[in-house]
T-cell receptor, first 116, second 114 residues
């Protein structure tokens, strides 16, 4: 069985601070995919990134960066110089099957509040 | 349409009633997923369609829940004899194929059973 744990329920930072959201996963598969989604107050989940289990290169996209470490089963997400618009619930998710990647197991999310 | 559309956005129903929730995926997307999200939790997988057929319905909690996608586009999630525990946000997502492609989510239907 697969499991995703986001230990931080809520995080509050002041604008321009850096913040890291933690994600730890469990799976028995050797091939799997990890995702991060953002859920703003409107409720729609917004895809941020997908990473497959064979690619441990870290990725940077603007103010966002992701640190994938297979050895610790972690896929952490860092926002640099946070902004008020970053306030949302962030979900980490895991998919095990290449042909059914939409079937994901989600963590319970981390609510990020960025104060001005 | 431009995105995944779900109707209604909110639905309040009495315990024991039947409800239907509709999902209109992005045009051309063959894969469609239903998730349920309870307050303070992440989305929980319910069912996955590839085309018209349910490829994986392992997440449906019991036989009161049923979903269809008769023409491979619009999908309807049906809940019979609703219970208060069914109250949640029901999310629909679609993707171009069932493979490792980005899934696009709708804004969800908030179902409240009173």
């Amino acid at each position: 069985a697969q499991k995703v744990t986001q230990a931080q329920t809520e995080i509050s930072v002041v604008e321009k601070e850096d913040v890291t959201l933690d994600c730890v996963y469990e799976t028995r598969d050797t091939t799997y995919y990890l995702f991060w989604y953002k859920q703003p107050p409107s409720g729609e989940l917004v895809f941020l990134i997908r990473r497959n289990s064979f690619d441990e290169q870290n990725e940077i996209s603007g103010r966002y960066s992701w640190n994938f470490q297979k050895s610790t089963s972690s896929f952490n997400f860092t926002i640099t110089a946070s902004q008020v618009v970053d306030s949302a619930v962030y979900f980490c998710a895991l998919s095990e099957a290449e042909t059914n990647a939409g079937k994901s197991t989600f963590g319970d999310g981390t609510t990020l509040t960025v104060k001005p | 349409g431009a995105g995944v559309s779900q109707t209604p956005s909110n639905k309040v129903t009495e315990k024991g009633k039947y409800v239907e929730l509709r999902c209109d995926p992005i045009s051309g997307h063959t894969a469609l997923y239903w998730y349920r999200q309870s307050l303070g939790q992440g989305p929980e997988f319910l069912i996955y369609f590839q085309g018209t057929g349910a490829a994986d319905d392992s997440g449906l909690p019991n036989d009161r829940f049923f979903a269809v996608r008769p023409e491979g586009s619009v999908s309807t999630l049906k809940i019979q004899r609703t219970e208060r525990g069914d109250s949640a946000v029901y999310l629909c997502a679609s993707s171009f194929t069932g493979g490792v492609t980005e899934a696009f989510f709708g804004q969800g239907t908030r179902l409240t059973v009173v």
